[in-house]
C-alpha cells in the first residue's frame, strides 16, 4: 500500500493480509466450487477482531475507526472477495443497524455475540416486488394485542449470510397506508418458530458467501425486539446503507487491487515473442490505467471513511466512492482476463474468479444507478 498510514493502519493491514494469504488463498477456488466456505473459517475471522471491527469495546468488539475498516475489508478482498462479502455484511449491516438505532438493552444482547462471532447476523430488506423500491415490500408485521407480540409474515430475498445467521434485522409493514414510511425493523432471532431458509441461490460470483430466501410465517417478535422506533425502519436502513456502501467501495477497490497484483506477477512470467509481455507498450498501459484508478478510488473510499469518523454528513461521499469502486472493480477485472489472455478464461488463475465476482459491486446496496440518484440529489441539494 503506497499511502502514508497510521500505526493502527498498518497493523491491521497486516494482520489481515497474513490471515488472507494463510487461511483463505489456499482454498478460495474448492470454496468457490462448493458455493460455501467453512464455519470454522468464520470463527477464526472472529478470534481474530474481525466480526466486531466497528463495535465499541465495551460491548465486546474491536472499536475500530472507519479508516482501520475499510483498510481491513480492502485488504481481505484481495484475496477473496467472497468471504468478505459475508464479513461486510456481518459488520455493516446487520451489527451496524443494532449499533445505529439500538436501544442500550439491544446492544448489550445483541452486540457481544455478534462480535465475538457466537451469532452470525443477516440483514433482510430486499424482496421478490421490491428492490431499489422499498415502498413495494410486502412483509407484514401485525400486533397481536392478546399475545402481546407482532406477527411477522413474508419473504425476503439475497440474504447475504442467511443459512448461517442467527440473528437477522427484518424490516416489515407496520403501517400500509404511509408507504415505505410505514416500515419498521425487527431483531429476529433464526430460531423462533415459523421462521426457515428458503431457496438458496446459484450465483455468478461471491459463490462462497451464502445468499438464500429468508420464510417468515407467522413469527412471533415481542416488542423489545423493534429496533428504532415503529414506521422508522426504512429512514433508518438508508442510514444503515450509507455506512455499508463505504465497506462495499472498501471491498471493490481490494477485489481491483487483487486484479493488479495478479497482472503484475503474470506480465513477468508470460512471455510471448521473445520477452516478457509486460514490456509491451499495450499492456504496460493496461496496467497504469489500473493503477491510476484503484490510487483515485482509495482516495474516495478513504474521504467517506474519514468523513464518517469526524461525525460529518458521509452519504454523498459514500455513494461516490461506491459507484466509482465498483465499476472500477468490474473494469479492472475485465481488463485482467484480458492480459492473462486465454488463461484468463480458465478457472487456474484467480482472474476469471474476480471477474465474475466483481459485478455483484455495481448491484449491492445500492445499484450504479441508485447512487447516481443519491448523488444527483446531493448536489442539486447544496
Known sequence: MDFVISEEQSLVAATVRSFAQDVLEPHVREWDEAQAF?????????????????????????????????????????????????????????????????????????????????????????????????????????WNADRGVWILNGTKTFNT??????????????????????ISAFAVETSADGFRVGRKEDKLGCRASDTV????????????????????????ALRVL???????????????????????????????????IGTFSAIQWKLVTMASQIRAARCLVWRAAALRDAGAPFKKAASIAKLYASEL??????????????????????????YRDAKICTIGEGTSEIQRLVIARELLRA
Open 161 to 182: 449470510n442467511g443459512a448461517r445467521a442467527k440473528l437477522a434485522v427484518v424490516h416489515a409493514v407496520t403501517s400500509p397506508e404511509l408507504g415505505s414510511r410505514g
Open 242 to 276: 450509507d455506512a455499508g456502501r463505504i465497506g462495499v467501495a472498501a471491498l471493490s477497490l481490494g477485489l481491483a487491487q487483487g486484479a493488479l497484483d495478479a497482472c503484475l506477477s503474470y506480465v513477468r512470467e508470460r512471455h510471448q515473442f521473445g520477452r516478457p
Open 329 to 354: 472493480a468490474v473494469r479492472a477485472s475485465e481488463q485482467a482476463v484480458q492480459i492473462f489472455g486465454g488463461y484468463g478464461f480458465v478457472k487456474d488463475y484467480p482472474v476469471e474468479k474476480l
Open 38 to 142: 467453512p464455519d470454522e473459517v468464520m470463527q477464526q475471522i472472529a478470534e481474530l477482531g474481525f466480526l466486531g471491527a466497528s463495535v465499541p469495546e465495551e460491548y465486546g468488539g474491536a472499536g475500530l475507526s472507519s479508516i482501520e475498516y475499510v483498510t481491513l475489508i480492502e485488504e481481505m478482498a484481495r484475496i477473496d472477495p467472497s468471504v468478505t462479502l459475508s464479513v461486510a455484511a456481518h459488520n455493516s449491516l446487520c451489527t451496524g443497524h443494532v449499533l445505529l438505532v439500538g436501544n442500550e438493552e439491544q446492544k448489550r444482547r445483541y452486540l457481544p455475540r455478534l462480535a465475538s462471532g457466537e451469532w452470525i447476523g443477516a440483514w433482510s430488506l430486499t424482496e421478490p416486488q421490491a428492490g431499489s423500491d422499498a415502498a413495494g415490500t410486502r412483509a407484514t408485521a401485525d
Open 213 to 236: 430466501e429468508l420464510i417468515l410465517v407467522d413469527v412471533e417478535v415481542p416488542p423489545e425486539n423493534v429496533l428504532g422506533e415503529i414506521d422508522e425502519g426504512f429512514v433508518d
